[in-house]
Structures are given as structure tokens and as C-alpha cells.
């Protein structure tokens, strides 16, 4: 193994750490709260580590959604060509709201939430770029094309009531004090939507 290998490998496992200690400490204090200066000291890295992976605190979030449209592509890229195109957006719901809950968890889903309130850096909740909006538009596409969609809803405004639901799922199940998983919570209401706009 030559040593740029060696040394890359050891940038991806501080990388890592920082990413993985930043979110853990989001989740317990709220971002707001937690500087570079605590993330750096509880994850025995330097400043100089920190800012070599990430330009600001905020970015911690920024690679973590990238991490998550990933898995959002691998779901997509599961469907059959065949299948339903609202059977397609029902199961990437149901995926999308299991792995937010399993993955992030609703402690760091209400802090991301409340920063994204407070804080103008956080703009990826509206990144049209990211996998989600791009794997959504494709499904509302597809259902369009195929007829499965009512004609008077424009794709924009189907691709923004879609997005709505779930964000106001995902934010009312981060009020409740319940034991009920995200999935369960939000999936009534979003069948409920896809059905109102469905032939």
C-alpha cells in the first residue's frame, strides 16, 4: 500500500469520526450549542482536521443528506422497470421514512429541523440537486406519463405536495412524545395524498 493511499484512508477514518461524533453531540446539546471546538476536542482531532473535511459546522449535515440520497438512489435503482409507478412512490416513502428514523434518529432529525429554522446555511431541505427531488421528479414523471396521475396537477405541483407531506410528517412525528415509528406515523398521510392525486 503506497503512503497516499495510507494517508487518504487515514483522512476518510478522521473524517468519519468527526462526522460521527459532530452528529452525536448535535443530537444530545442541539446544533446551535455545539462548536467546532467541542466536536474537535470530544472526537480527539485537530481544527486543522475539521476544516480539511468540512468548511463549516453546518456541512456535517450537508455530507450526512448526501450519505442519505445515496441510499435513496439504491432504492430507486431496485424498482422493476414493469412496476407501478404509485407503488413505486408508496415503498420509497415507506424506505425513506424507515431509514430516517433507524439512521438519524428523531433526536437529530428535530435539531437538522430547528437549525434549518434558525439558520440560513442550511438550504439542502430545498436543494433541488439532491437525489430525493431528482428520484421524486422522475416517479411523478413516470406516473404522469403512464396516466396514473389526475392531469390537472402539474408536475411541480405534485413534486411540492409530495416533499410538504413529508417534511410535515416528519416534523409532527418529532412533537410527539410516542413510541410510534416514523414510518407508521407518516405513511397514512402519504398514501392519503398519492391516492387523492392518483387515476
Known sequence: ???????????????????????????????????????????NTSKG???????????????????????YLEVYKSFPADMDPIEKLIIF??????????????????????????????????????????ILRKLLEEAIEKDRIDPEYSIEDTLTMVTQTYMGAIYHWGLQATDRSLESFSMPLIQTLLKGISK
Open 49 to 71: 482536521s475539521f476544516y480539511q473535511h468540512f468548511r463549516t459546522k453546518s456541512d456535517v449535515f450537508l455530507v450526512r443528506f448526501k450519505e442519505v440520497d445515496t441510499f
Open 93 to 134: 416513502s415507506q424506505k425513506l421514512m424507515h431509514f430516517l428514523e433507524k439512521e438519524m434518529g428523531k433526536d437529530l432529525m428535530k435539531v437538522i429541523y430547528s437549525a434549518a429554522l434558525e439558520s440560513d446555511e442550511h438550504t439542502y431541505f430545498l436543494d433541488t440537486n439532491r437525489y430525493l427531488f431528482k
Open 1 to 43: 500500500m503506497t503512503e497516499i493511499v495510507k494517508k487518504q484512508l487515514r483522512g476518510e477514518k478522521t473524517k468519519k469520526k468527526i462526522l460521527e461524533v459532530a452528529l452525536k453531540l448535535f443530537a444530545e446539546k442541539g446544533f446551535n450549542k455545539v462548536t467546532v471546538d467541542h466536536i474537535v476536542k470530544k472526537s
